[in-house]
């Protein structure tokens, strides 16, 4: 299959460009760069070039039907990825996260692409009361302008499925473990840099939300395990993408980062905020319906595999905190060094 991947550079699409194309498929990348210095790895350029057979260097508002043209599927997982980088400016949030993919999807459509699949998010589950499983038809109780996005995007291209074409959404649960392109503003990944780092894990918040965690492998090979489905089993579904044994409370998470990473402490600020998004997921749908989808790390596995990282490479502070690895941060440098638009274009990019 030939697959035109939106976002190819970041932290998960680097991951999928790769499994993708271990799997055989033939991979289109498509990356406008906001996060060009953020390769952690010493084999990142090798895997990500070899990965792709031709890399497109445009924004994603920007794609033209020959950009597409002779792909089999569409696979946008770019765009702002957190909350933060979506709060910067609401009029980019709805560019990027909401009419971006939703123009994609039609002009793959019109383009007679059959396959399209979309980064959704369990963020949008947002604010939910009480420690009850949610699945893909509860209510949404979305609590950020990134999630009310995603939102717009499922339910917009949803109604564009027909017998000839086939939107898939995943809602990824919050991802963790190494990947070619580092971030360290998730959680899992954000405590045990601390912790390796500083001998602390701080507790941004009061760690007493849910959240559903999930290998960054895993959720690249859950878009494979859609793709090579048949249609009629995925067009149109929202997957929640995950395991149900790996929703925890972030406290749980940190105190897993503690027994893991030696010699460390937990450092919870006595008047941490609560975090209003709590959502513990049931992943029934995907086990039972993607039966070519078998997720394999757990939490605990990917802090290991991210402590034995940040031993072998000798990971300190200064490197951790370096705002290429957290999007807001990067986001706001490229702002201010005046290397983006007023639309939150690149200047001067390499097409
Ligand atoms: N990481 C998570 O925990 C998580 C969870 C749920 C959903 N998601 C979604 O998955 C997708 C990828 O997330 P990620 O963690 O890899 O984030 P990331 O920020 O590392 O990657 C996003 C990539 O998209 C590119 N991009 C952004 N806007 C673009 C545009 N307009 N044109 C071209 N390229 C653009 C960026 O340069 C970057 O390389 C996002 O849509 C995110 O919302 C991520």
Same mark, same amino acid.
């Given at each position: 299959?030939?697959?035109?991947? #939106?976002?190819?550079?970041?932290?998960?699409?680097?991951?999928?460009?790769?499994?993708?194309?271990?799997?055989?498929?033939?991979?289109?990348?498509?990356?406008? &760069?906001?996060?060009?210095?953020?390769?952690?790895?010493?084999?990142?350029?090798?895997?990500? @070039?070899?990965?792709?057979?031709?890399?497109?260097?445009?924004?994603?508002?920007?794609?033209?039907?020959?950009?597409?043209?002779?792909?089999?599927?569409?696979?946008?997982?770019?765009?702002? #990825?957190?909350?933060?980088?979506?709060?910067?400016?609401?009029?980019?949030?709805?560019?990027?996260?909401?009419?971006?993919?939703?123009?994609?999807?039609?002009?793959?459509?019109?383009? &007679?692409?059959?396959?399209? *699949?979309?980064?959704?998010?369990?963020?949008?589950?947002?604010?939910?009361?009480?420690?009850?499983?949610?699945?893909?038809?509860?209510?949404?109780?979305?609590?950020?302008?990134?999630?009310?996005?995603?939102? &717009?995007?499922?339910?917009?291209? &949803?109604?564009?499925?027909?017998?000839?074409?086939?939107?898939?959404?995943?809602?990824?649960?919050?991802?963790?473990?190494?990947?070619?392109? +580092?971030?360290?503003?998730? *959680?899992?990944?954000?405590?045990?840099?601390?912790?390796?780092?500083?001998?602390?894990?701080?507790?941004?918040?009061?760690?007493?939300?849910? @959240?559903?965690? *999930?290998?960054?492998?895993?959720?690249?090979?859950?878009?494979?395990?859609?793709?090579?489905?048949?249609?009629?089993?995925?067009?149109?579904?929202?997957?929640?993408?995950?395991?149900?044994?790996?929703?925890?409370?972030?406290?749980?998470?940190?105190?897993?980062?503690?027994?893991?990473?030696?010699?460390?402490?937990?450092? #919870?600020?006595?008047?941490?905020?609560?975090?209003?998004?709590?959502?513990?997921?049931?992943?029934?749908?995907?086990?039972?319906?993607?039966?070519?989808?078998?997720?394999?790390?757990?939490?605990?596995?990917?802090?290991?595999?991210?402590?034995?990282?940040?031993?072998?490479?000798?990971?300190?502070?200064?490197?951790?905190?370096?705002?290429?690895?957290?999007?807001?941060?990067?986001?706001?440098?490229?702002?201010?060094?005046?290397?983006?638009?007023?639309?939150?274009?690149?200047?001067? +990019?390499? *097409?």
């Amino acid at each position: 299959m030939k697959i035109f991947l #939106a976002g190819n550079l970041g932290y998960i699409g680097t991951t999928m460009s790769h499994v993708l194309h271990s799997a055989g498929h033939t991979i289109v990348g498509c990356d406008c &760069g906001y996060y060009k210095g953020g390769f952690i790895r010493g084999d990142a350029e090798t895997t990500i @070039r070899e990965s792709v057979s031709r890399q497109i260097f445009k924004d994603v508002r920007d794609i033209s039907r020959e950009d597409i043209s002779g792909c089999d599927a569409v696979v946008d997982y770019s765009g702002l #990825a957190n909350d933060p980088a979506s709060d910067l400016n609401p009029g980019w949030t709805d560019q990027i996260n909401h009419l971006s993919p939703a123009r994609l999807a039609k002009l793959a459509k019109e383009s &007679g692409i059959r396959r399209f *699949v979309f980064a959704s998010s369990c963020s949008i589950y947002g604010a939910q009361k009480g420690d009850n499983l949610v699945e893909e038809g509860s209510p949404l109780a979305p609590v950020s302008a990134y999630a009310k996005a995603k939102i &717009g995007v499922e339910q917009e291209v &949803g109604k564009m499925k027909g017998p000839d074409f086939s939107p898939t959404f995943m809602r990824n649960s919050t991802v963790f473990g190494l990947s070619y392109r +580092m971030r360290f503003d998730l *959680v899992v990944n954000n405590l045990t840099g601390w912790a390796y780092t500083t001998g602390k894990v701080k507790l941004l918040s009061a760690g007493t939300s849910w @959240r559903p965690s *999930v290998h960054v492998e895993d959720c690249s090979k859950a878009v494979l395990a859609v793709l090579e489905s048949p249609e009629d089993a995925v067009s149109g579904q929202s997957f929640n993408v995950g395991m149900d044994s790996e929703n925890y409370k972030v406290i749980d998470i940190a105190n897993m980062v503690k027994e893991i990473v030696p010699d460390c402490e937990l450092e #919870a600020g006595k008047d941490a905020p609560i975090d209003p998004r709590s959502y513990r997921v049931s992943f029934r749908k995907i086990r039972d319906t993607l039966k070519n989808f078998t997720p394999s790390w757990t939490v605990r596995k990917g802090i290991k595999q991210l402590y034995d990282f940040f031993a072998e490479s000798k990971l300190d502070y200064d490197t951790f905190s370096d705002k290429r690895f957290y999007d807001v941060e990067s986001i706001k440098r490229l702002i201010s060094e005046g290397k983006v638009d007023g639309d939150l274009r690149m200047l001067g +990019m390499k *097409v």
